[in-house]
């Protein structure tokens, strides 16, 4: 276990609509990542905060945001969702805020399916 | 921009065989390098990691050498184990972004 926490585990909805995917971080870190694992584009870093505030931005569509709240957890939204936007999303939390220096803990990730 | 290139696989060896998996990358800066592992069913481990040019990772058996002459992270382990089946990921940092490799399948059969 990890200490990240993903909420919810499953999401399925259809194209045209929009979710929310809930992380906690570890207790204790400041900095919270999002990923999307597909089997079309394999592991890609979408987006970072650390301490509220957005430090790195990777391939992340306009069709996607997301946010970190005072009490640190994190919020993905994804809008006007695709077929293509089917894959497991994996949160991931660390101490620091620079990308690499310190080590990422990952939650179990929430599987989204696209109809 | 920066990328990974690993080994494709899958790779299936034998308990006690020696393993490889071949990791290159090409950067414009000095990035870190990394290994991670994923087990079915769950989010990535952080194996080992290398921060600069001739530092060797290693942990739990598994090692591997950042060389910047030939751009490469290729990770071994002298004799592997069935609980080393799961998938290997390679990937580097710069100051502000992540990349992955496309991942490695390793089984290993008893």
């Known amino acids: 276990d990890s200490g990240v926490t993903q909420t919810p585990k499953h999401l399925i909805t259809a194209t045209g609509q929009r979710v929310t995917l809930r992380c906690s971080p570890r207790s204790g870190d400041l900095s919270v990542y999002w990923y999307q694992q597909s089997l079309d584009q394999g592991l890609q870093f979408l987006i970072q905060y650390y301490n509220g505030e957005e430090r790195a931005k990777g391939n992340i569509l306009e069709r996607f945001s997301a946010q970190q709240f005072p009490d640190l957890h994190s919020e993905l939204n994804l809008s006007s969702l695709e077929l293509g936007d089917s894959a497991l999303y994996f949160c991931?939390?660390?101490?620091?805020?620079?990308?690499?220096?310190?080590?990422?803990?990952f939650g179990p990730g929430t599987r989204l399916t696209v109809t | 921009g920066d990328s990974v290139t690993q080994m494709e696989g899958p790779v299936t060896l034998s308990e006690e065989a020696f393993l490889t998996i071949n990791c290159t990358y090409t950067?414009?800066?000095?990035?870190?390098l990394f290994w991670y592992v994923q087990y079915p069913g769950e989010g990535l481990q952080l194996l080992l990691k290398a921060t600069k040019a001739d530092d060797k990772g290693s942990n739990k058996g598994f090692e591997a050498t950042y060389r910047k002459e030939t751009t490469s992270f290729h990770l071994e382990k002298g004799s592997v184990q069935v609980s080393d089946s799961a998938v290997y990921f390679c990937?580097?940092?710069?100051?502000?972004?992540?990349?992955f490799g496309a991942g490695t399948r390793l089984t290993v059969k008893p």
């Open positions: 991931a939390s660390s101490v620091e805020g620079t990308i690499g220096s310190y080590e990422q803990y």
């Open positions: 990937a580097l940092s710069s100051l502000d972004d992540m990349r």
């Open positions: 950067a414009t800066g000095y990035p870190s």
